[in-house]
């Protein structure tokens, strides 16, 4: 004999069967915030923007390595050259601000250009989500064997008695080469001639090849040339003198208090990155530059490891911008 079911129990059962389309249906809507959550699920691009070969590119591919290893996805390299990082900018700007494009750069890009041009196709700080500074690197002009000052004094008498007669080579316009080039022809009341090139590795070969007589170079990247004897140092264009070249002077112990300029190197990312993204490459950085495996990597490298911030870079730009801005004035650089 069979029994009709009381009313409330058919209600329930009818909403027992709706809850259970409702939860059917929530479980479909969060899938793609799951997904989300699942960053990185492909290969990560981080945009160099210069040559192969170089101090930026050589950092940047041990960053990307220690990337990869923590993500556990592939970091692919990108060389931009040329438009003294510009080129590299735009090309990340470009992206879908997702998290899969890292652009690795310095204050060239965010406060040296933005200082020297008004047509950039960036904001310095409206259009970057900034991870972090990584490293504080010192510039230093070198000389070809054969050109004829191994000094800094020769250095001043040999341009103040020949004005627009010698070249200094940088790795670009609007970069910190072509930056501290210009302080150092302002502070010893010279003449020289810019001769910008897409990047610092073709800029050293030229000096090696005696195209150029004066660059202005990475001590990271000019220390082992120096080493090998190969060019010359004159000065190191920081306030100290640089721990991979402890003998060499910087410009204001030798009487130039004027030059005093540096490179720090940054990763970011375009502005729009979901929050949560760039809080985990913010951390994700932040442990890398702890990791004593990856700080005796940086420092084989010639790279004194450091790390602050995203929040950092922009007190670091809207502090910067201004001087540099001072410099391009005072100096009347221009990006021919």
């Keep these: 004999m069979t029994f009709p079911l009381p009313q409330s129990t058919i209600l329930s059962r009818r909403a027992f069967t709706a809850l259970a389309c409702g939860l059917a249906l929530s479980a479909s809507a969060l899938a793609p915030a799951a997904a989300r959550d699942a960053y990185p699920s492909r290969p990560i691009t981080l945009i160099v923007p210069y040559a192969p070969g170089g101090t930026a590119d050589s950092m940047n591919r041990l960053l990307g390595k220690f990337l990869s290893d923590r993500l556990g996805q592939p970091v692919l390299i990108d060389n931009r ?20 494009t890292i652009l690795g750069t310095s204050s060239s890009t965010l406060t040296m250009n933005p200082a020297l041009r008004s047509d950039l196709p960036y904001d310095p700080i409206e259009s970057f989500e900034p991870l972090g500074i990584v490293a504080r690197l010192p510039a230093i002009l070198v000389a070809n064997n054969d050109a004829p000052a191994s000094n800094v004094q020769e250095f001043v008498e040999l341009i103040r008695a020949n004005p627009d007669k010698y070249e200094y080579g940088s790795f670009g316009i609007g970069t910190v080469s072509n930056f501290a080039g210009e302080i150092i022809k302002d502070a010893i009341d010279g003449k020289m001639v810019h001769v910008p090139y ?25 220390a082992p040339q120096i080493a090998a004897g190969k060019v010359k140092p004159i000065a190191v264009t920081t306030q100290t003198r640089a721990f991979q070249l402890p003998d060499v002077p910087t410009f204001q112990e030798s009487g130039y208090p004027e030059v005093d300029i540096d490179s720090w190197v940054t990763l970011v990312l375009p502005k729009g990155t979901p929050a949560p993204i760039v809080r985990k490459l913010e951390q994700t950085l932040a442990d890398i530059m702890a990791d004593p495996a990856a700080q005796a990597a940086l420092r084989e ?7 602050t911030d995203g929040a950092s870079v ?7 911008l201004p001087l540099m801005r001072d410099i391009v004035k005072r100096t009347n650089m221009t990006i021919d």
């Design 81 to 100: 050259p040329g438009g003294g990082t510009v080129i590299a900018a735009s090309a990340l700007l470009q992206s879908p601000p997702d998290g899969y």
């Design 198 to 222: 897409r990047g610092a590795a073709p800029a050293m070969t030229d000096l090696l090849g005696g195209q150029i007589p004066f660059a202005i170079d990475m001590v990271v990247a000019a």
């Design 301 to 307: 490298l010639g790279v004194e490891a450091m790390y």
């Design 314 to 320: 922009r007190a670091q730009i809207e502090q910067e």
